[in-house]
């Protein structure tokens, strides 16, 4: 319904074709849809991990009664008699008589629960996270969209925070956010006495002097034991997640320092390179009029010296473009070409290959054929079978010296390539960890191109290799493995970019050897933690909850009579 509205809108409105052809409107409700159903998911499990906390509640109410022989509110082991809501025993009040002296005793301890190991551990607050970095562990993987859209995307302009994937990758902080929200709703239990509309004077009076607590809308007496135990299982959560998150920024501030010797350096040593402190040029080319125009400003590039050219994805359209196609410079025999262009593919004239090559000295290097072509945007484009690669490239940057002429030196780096939307995917650069350096064309539309730009950073910190994008109306720059920015500017069509980037080897990372596997655990662990909860539910409600009315009616009885005198 609502794209047929659009399509109405877009017939009636002139201009507006751009915004609503067929293929963004399917786009665009595609996109709604997937969003209402992870929303409805997301708050599913998070209703499941409330009500964890809600049972936590009930589960120490039910343990101990109002007055029982357990430590008081001061927390010391007995009971304060200076407090309002403990009133002296019956062996302190001897002038009560008769029925004040009866209503004076504590009323006997009731049935206690059985124990329980998802109320009483660290596994209380974690069924949200795990549960919610399961479902984005799938989507990374099997998903038409992969990683796009996740809510750790904007995370990676948090220098402190975006480190950490360098150990269990970007899912890694779906999970961490999901772990927030947890300990936020459990901390919100406990300060909110189980009840949200309590007023913050109520909450400070109830939290540090009174033994109530609102439960189905009246007042009901509740044990500072009781209150001492959720505060217990509360503060430790939170505690557990802050020394974690203080950990993360440590760790992300001393490995951006520390990382290529940058710290106390001059800026001109920030990359140790293999080649001195010489970058290599690069230059990145959008689409024009025409293939042969492009192909031209290429050559005009090998004329000029640099060492990669890069074409924007798409850029030669159904051209075939051979390596013969362009003028070599031998002075720079190790100049390469990275030309964009779609290949049809065999025994067919309806399906095509989104695809790269690297050409160097008339030849080619590699191709790589896009694994995930945009859902609906790229109907007529087939996966690619292969997985990115690396291949070791032999570039000729050039030198320079105060003593000497400049001159050009071999450096070899291992080199792959990937496409738009492939970066993404994070399990696609699983075998390009060992990498030096990534390239990757990509074309955008509307202002995607600039939300996606966090991937490439992210991909870089994960596997340790530096990214260098070339993009039409996205962001075209490089990355290095530490997540900094070498260069970022908007690019449209008809644009020629230059950028150096420094020749950098890779970063072993703990991501690379294995860290990639943290997402799995948590799906592997997320049936186990339903089987729990649902366990624990009928467990709790098999054992009868004690009939408590007669000890709160007696308590009640003892408070007023504190009161009154």
Known sequence: MLGGLLL???????????????????????????MIFLNGLTMTMGVLQSSIWVDIERYYGDKLVPGASESGCGGDGEEDENSPLFPPSSSSNNNIEGDDAEATKSPPPLKQRPSSFLYTTYASPLAFPILYTTLYQLLF?????GGAGNPAMGLAQVNGLRQVVSLFGEIYLVFWIGWLASVVVGVGFVLGEGGWLDTLNERIVVGLSSCFYKQDGRRRIRSQPIRREMNHVAICHASTFGIVTLFMFLYGSVRELVGRGIYLQSISNWSATQAGNSPLQVSCLTYRDDVQSLIDRT???????????????????DEVITPDMFEWNTENAGAAIVPAYYVQAENTSLWWYNSMAMFQSGQVVSTYYKNHPVPIMEEGV??????????????????????????????????SMAICFDFDFPYLFHDVSNADIVLGASQYWDS?????????????????FTVIKCSEDGITGAVDPYGRVLAAVPTSGNETHLMEVPV???????????????????????PLMLLLVIWEKIRQKRVSPPNDAVAVEKSKQVIQHHQLN
């Open 382 to 415: 087939l996966a690619g079978p292969i997985i990115p690669q690396t291949t070791s490239v032999a570039f000729t940057p050039k030198m320079s010296s105060l003593s000497y002429n400049d001159f050009r030196q071999e450096v070899s780096l291992k080199t």
């Open 299 to 317: 050559n005009e590039r090998l004329i000029a010296g640099d060492d990669i050219i890069m074409w924007s994805e798409g850029a030669g359209r």
């Open 448 to 464: 995607i191109g600039f939300m996606f730009w966090e991937h490439n950073i992210f991909r870089a910190i994960e596997n340790g």
């Open 504 to 526: 950098e080897s890779g970063v072993v990372t703990l991501y690379g050897a294995g860290g990639w596997m943290f997402g799995w655990v948590c799906t592997f662990f997320s």
């Open 8 to 34: 109405c809108l877009s017939r009636a409105i002139p201009g507006s074709d751009y915004f609503y052809d067929d293929s963004r409107i399917l786009a665009y409700v595609t996109v709604l849809v997937l």
């Open 141 to 145: 993987r099997f998903s038409p969209i």
